[in-house]
């Protein structure tokens, strides 16, 4: 098992931008991918970006996609999430996941053994 302790979160304007951070201490060896999610109130938990630990394939949710850049920093066993252009609906807590295998879905939260605390993202008009 992992610890993931995100940061980066805030309040920001329409337009503005913000980088979160994720950093995964312990078993950090087996680490298989890393990808983002994000959960406003009262709607389930979406993908937003995700990343392949050792190849750094990406994936990006339509809604993100041109605005957000997922990447990673392997000596500093570190995923990051810039996010560009924000718009009010961005707003949820965000959060970053760790998968250590290379099946499951990883558009399902169910997919992915570690989970950071979350971090909220609020984006005013």
């Known amino acids: 098992q992992a610890q993931l302790v995100e940061s980066g979160g805030g309040l920001v304007q329409t337009g503005g931008s913000l980088r979160l951070s994720c950093a995964v201490s312990?078993?950090?060896?087996?680490?298989?991918?890393m990808a983002w999610f994000r959960q406003a109130p009262g709607k389930e938990r979406d993908i937003v970006a995700h990343i392949n630990w050792s190849s750094r394939n990406t994936y990006y949710a339509d809604s993100v996609k041109g605005r957000f850049t997922i990447s990673r920093d392997n000596a500093k066993n570190t995923v990051y999430l810039q996010m560009n252009s924000l718009k009010p609906d961005d707003t949820a807590v965000y959060y970053c996941?760790?998968?250590?295998?290379?099946?499951?879905?990883?558009?399902?939260?169910?997919?992915?053994?570690?989970w950071g605390q979350g971090t909220q993202v609020t984006v005013s008009s």
């Open positions: 996941a760790r998968k250590t295998y290379a099946g499951g879905n990883m558009y399902e939260p169910g997919s992915y053994n570690d």
């Open positions: 312990g078993r950090t060896w087996s680490t298989y991918s």
